[in-house]
């Protein structure tokens, strides 16, 4: 099937129809050839439209007179141009490439309206690349499908339409139609292991078998076809082990599937839930974890990224901890809200018909706020006795993480109140007059776990 405006047609009405598509132009070939073919069918198709967009990622000296030439290409093609500048400089733990590849789709991204297509130029050899790239990683199936022809983008979809065909092709029909294009010098650096298989391996492999392209990327598209299956059936099976309310995994319903769905239901979920999938030793831990560690202990997992703790039946995951002092005492005025250092949210004091602290000792008393050290007690509004808090958050339910960021409200250097959850009676108001209630708002990670007070 020989490229022309006809075969992107062709491959563009495998999917419904976007009202703008967006066309991801480097300046080297293969997006050279791409932005030919779709300027071909700007020419005959009214309702195709599209604009070219090049990423300048700030990092090599010539980047400012690819940008111009790219300017220069999209004018003489009749096709409109946009100009995106990114710092893509890489964070600690980043390659060069995976922070400009990771700048260039978040910039790229911010483009899109929705429904739009985003529409790069990767072809059939970039996808033996990909798959040979993932195979000596050890990948698994989502790792071997390798790329998508179409996939969820920002609000609207990216699509490949060019992976049907090989780098030859490319070539020839550039070649042919004297198109110009740029050569990017780091293509050809053996250090890169995408150029060392493109230029050492898949040559030694095509002397014995020609269509090597053609067959890896083939079988990218079985396994694609088997994740799309797989897939499915992990979500079912996080969702039946899922505490909704709380976004966490029952224990006890992971340990009863096997383990290949364990590692499953695992990785799906970190995955919903926006982190990038650990490494396999990172979820044996886990899985070890969950099923031997002592479950009020709290054990914890940690990486990079987060980190995935457990307590009583159920995972958490959460983002990594922040340094924390639990040293800290703040004043407080007790009237303005008041926000916690470490990113530790908000305390509130709102006047309330009902039970709370007496408001004539909260208008002229000193009033600070500080963490749990060892020992405090309260007795919590409403209940006989006073209690160690530790009893009480063992009581309620609340991780060992959450109870050490809690804030404690003192009045004149006595306990009055536990985040928003208790009121301490020693404090107590009429509570058929006007009294004062503590709110807690946390930071995200903590939420769910702290905000609603107890019905204990
Ligand atoms: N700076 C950029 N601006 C816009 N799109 C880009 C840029 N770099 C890459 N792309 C898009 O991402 C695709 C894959 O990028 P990759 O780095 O593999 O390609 P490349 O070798 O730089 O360029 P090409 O595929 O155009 O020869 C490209 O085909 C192109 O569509």
Redesign the pocket.
């Given at each position: 099937m020989n490229l022309s405006a006809d075969t992107l047609r062709a491959s563009l009405a495998r999917h419904p129809p976007s009202p703008h598509y967006w066309?991801?132009?480097?300046?080297?070939?293969?997006?050279?050839v791409?932005l030919r073919l779709c300027a071909e069918l700007a020419r005959v198709s009214q309702d195709f439209r599209c604009t070219a967009?090049?990423?300048?990622?700030g990092l090599q000296a010539a980047a400012e007179h690819w940008a111009e030439q790219c300017r220069t290409t999209c004018e003489a093609e009749g096709v409109a141009f946009r100009l995106l500048r990114v710092d893509a400089r890489p964070r600690p733990g980043q390659s060069p490439e995976e922070a400009?590849?990771a700048a260039?789709y978040q910039t790229?991204a911010t483009l899109m309206a929705t429904g739009d297509t985003l529409?790069?130029?990767?072809h059939r050899d970039?996808q033996a690349e990909t798959l040979l790239l993932q195979l000596l990683r050890g990948a698994g199936l989502p790792g071997l499908a390798a790329m998508p022809e179409r996939a969820a983008f920002g609000p609207g979809f990216l699509t490949r339409p060019l992976l049907d065909h090989g780098r030859a092709e490319l070539r020839d029909y550039a070649e042919k139609l004297e198109l110009d294009?740029l050569e990017?010098p780091s293509?050809r650096d053996l250090g890169y292991d995408r150029n060392f298989i493109r230029h050492r391996i898949l040559p030694v492999l095509a002397e014995r078998w020609p269509a090597v392209g053609a067959t890896l990327s083939r079988s990218a598209r079985h396994c694609a076809e088997a994740q799309a299956t797989l897939a499915a059936l992990a979500r079912d099976l996080c969702h039946a082990a899922l505490n909704p309310e709380r976004g966490t995994l029952c224990v006890d319903r992971l340990l009863a599937y096997a383990a290949a769905d364990r590692r499953l239901v695992l990785r799906e979920w970190i995955g919903a839930k926006g982190f990038r999938t650990p490494s396999a030793r990172v979820l044996e831990q886990v899985l070890d974890c969950a099923l031997n560690a002592h479950p009020e202990r709290s054990p914890a997992v940690r990486w990079r990224e987060g980190e995935i703790r457990r307590y009583r039946n159920e995972l958490y995951l959460l983002p990594p901890a922040g340094p924390f002092d639990s040293g800290t005492i703040i004043a407080w005025d007790g009237l303005a809200p008041l926000l916690l250092p470490d990113g530790n949210g908000e305390l509130i004091a709102r006047p309330i018909d009902g039970p709370g602290i007496a408001p004539g000792l909260w208008r002229t008393a000193a009033i600070t706020v500080r963490y749990r050290q060892g020992g405090e007690t309260c007795r919590p509004l409403g209940r006989t006795g006073s209690r160690d808090l530790k009893k009480l958050f063992q009581e309620a339910g609340i991780p060992p993480w959450v109870r050490e960021r809690t804030p404690l409200v003192y009045v004149d250097g006595r306990l009055v109140a536990v985040g928003g959850r208790w009121i301490c009676q020693a404090f107590a108001g009429d509570p058929a007059g006007r009294n004062i209630m503590i709110e807690w708002f946390p930071p995200p990670p903590l939420r769910a776990l702290s905000e609603n007070p107890a019905t204990d």
């Open positions: 066309i991801a132009y480097s300046g080297g070939l293969d997006s050279r791409l967009v090049h990423v300048h990622h400009a590849r260039r790229l529409l790069t130029a990767q970039d294009w990017d293509n």
